[in-house]
């Protein structure tokens, strides 16, 4: 009885790794010496869906600020890590931009850690989702400015989406990519019905794999 009750308690602990694993993963990146609209971010972050997982990290100016909402994000996002490593993450969401990080990202330029993730994203062909909801309380002159930044990142194909629609964006329309010579039933399992998953040339489906992605009325885009 022992021993069934052993078997039984290590066949969950791998299915929960496996469930980890197989987890899509979502980069969130603070930027800013002070966001007004924490909790409503938050609020959205948790309705995503839970078969993301959130790696979150923040700039050095946005720390300070940062510590006072960590506890929140812990207690009301049960999918969630803190990490300065965004490499395996399917997209990059900065929640309120910074104006800094903004030109800087406008410009080409990568010198801090959100316009060096941004550049590696999206030469990555990954993608960017940014809010600017800020700017509506900036005066006229710096509103005009972040218009301007504003435009070139929609240039650079960033979507810039209001904070009451950020989660909207993890419904359908996110493309997954899977950089596997074989594609099996596990790597596909938690993907959101009608969302894209693009694949190399060469990659095989398996049967098992191929059922799901046809009942999920998956796309799949081969590159």
């Not at 009301?76 to 890590?81: I, R, S, T």
């Not at 801090?112 to 960017?128: D, G, H």
């Amino acid at each position: 009885m022992e021993n069934y009750q052993l078997s039984l308690l290590i066949e969950q602990v791998i299915e929960e790794l496996n469930k980890k694993n197989s987890m899509m993963k979502l980069a969130v990146l603070f930027t800013g010496k002070e966001c007004p609209d924490y909790l409503a971010i938050f609020a959205q972050l948790q309705k995503i869906p839970a078969n993301y997982r959130l790696v979150v990290c923040c700039s050095e100016s946005a720390k300070n600020s940062f510590e006072k909402y960590k506890k929140i994000i812990i207690e009301n996002l049960p999918n969630v890590e803190f990490s300065s490593d965004l490499n395996d993450c399917t997209a990059l969401i900065l929640p309120e931009l910074s104006l800094n990080s903004l030109a800087k990202i406008s410009l080409g330029l990568a010198d801090n850690i959100a316009s060096q993730w941004v550049q590696e994203y999206l030469l990555s062909r990954k993608q960017v989702i940014v809010t600017l909801d800020y700017m509506a309380c900036l005066t006229s002159g710096y509103q005009n400015l972040g218009e301007y930044y504003r435009k070139a990142l929609l240039g650079l194909n960033v979507i810039v989406s209001a904070i009451t629609q950020l989660a909207r964006h993890f419904q359908t329309n996110l493309d997954r990519r899977l950089d596997k010579t074989i594609i099996q039933f596990a790597d596909v399992r938690y993907l959101v019905k009608e969302q894209v998953l693009s694949i190399p040339n060469a990659s095989l489906i398996t049967p098992s794999a191929k059922d799901w992605l046809s009942k999920q009325h998956i796309k799949i885009i081969r590159y």
